[in-house]
């Protein structure tokens, strides 16, 4: 693998309640080759996060309140740019869930296919999650949305993993706000010219199931898809049919890959 010298890594976690699981997220996100800065953001938690995720290793940021994912990453952003020493090339952004556990290591080819210049964005496409409830109403909304807006058909148009390039990122602000910030995000990069790329990773997260708290949560995840949707739609944000290219990755494999 052809690195830059002095490139680096910085990993984001927004986290909320995941006192749990940070812990393990956090160390083994530190074993991803070429990171040397791992943020978490802690979202207004009422539990112990963000001690754990200190005891981990991590640097912890806190927001007092709530304040939604996009405003988390947001501010992960913002860190990991003070931290980048001068004379050095930023650092690439790396965002992963919370809740990924010891499955955080297989991100590493999000990394490796950024830093190889294959990709201004590299996207994690997850194996199906067992236990998962729910019909994919949201995952459609998104998909579809990418779709009609950029003429690219995404597989997981809702995953939070992603890696990136500072000057990409800084490219498509600000994001979209809440659990949109995925599907705009993506759209924002397709608009601005930028190349994205999905790459399969044997991730494991906790999954929403069909329980109360779990139709509340695809609820608002759908809210705001759609509002990003319809601010897009709206500012005619949009690759012009005559623009539009194949974008899928060739090196995308089905995930019978995996087995």
């Not at 807006?149 to 809440?178: F, H, K, M, N």
Request: net charge positive; charged share 20%.
């Amino acid at each position: 693998m052809n690195i830059p010298e002095n490139q680096r890594v910085a990993v984001i976690i927004p986290a909320k309640d995941e006192a749990v699981r940070i812990g393990a997220t956090i160390r083994a996100a530190k074993s991803i080759p070429c990171v040397d800065l791992v943020i978490v953001v802690d979202d207004g938690s009422e539990d112990d996060t963000q001690t754990v995720a200190r005891a981990a290793g991590a640097t912890v940021v806190r927001h007092s309140v709530n304040r939604g994912k996009a405003s988390a990453m947001e501010t992960g952003a913002g860190v990991a740019s003070m931290r980048d020493p001068d004379g050095v090339p930023p650092r690439l952004l790396l965002f992963l869930d919370a809740d990924l556990e010891d499955s955080a290591l297989e991100c590493a080819p999000l990394v490796v296919s950024v830093l190889e210049g294959k990709t201004d964005c590299a996207i994690a496409a997850l194996p199906p999650q067992k236990g998962a409830g729910g019909m994919g109403i949201v995952t459609g909304l998104g998909r579809s949305t990418i779709k009609r807006l950029t003429g690219w058909t995404p597989t997981q148009p809702l995953s939070g993993q992603r890696c990136i390039t500072r000057a990409t990122y800084d490219a498509v602000q600000p994001l979209a706000t809440g659990w949109g910030v995925e599907v705009g995000m993506t759209i924002d990069l397709l608009v601005n010219g930028f190349t994205v790329q999905e790459v399969p990773c044997n991730l494991k997260h906790r999954v929403s199931k069909n329980d109360l708290a779990g139709q509340l949560h695809r609820a608002n995840q759908y809210k705001d898809v759609w509002l990003a949707a319809m601010k897009r739609r709206l500012q005619r944000v949009y690759v012009p049919k005559e623009a539009r290219t194949k974008i899928q990755p060739a090196a995308y494999k089905p995930y019978n890959a995996w087995q």
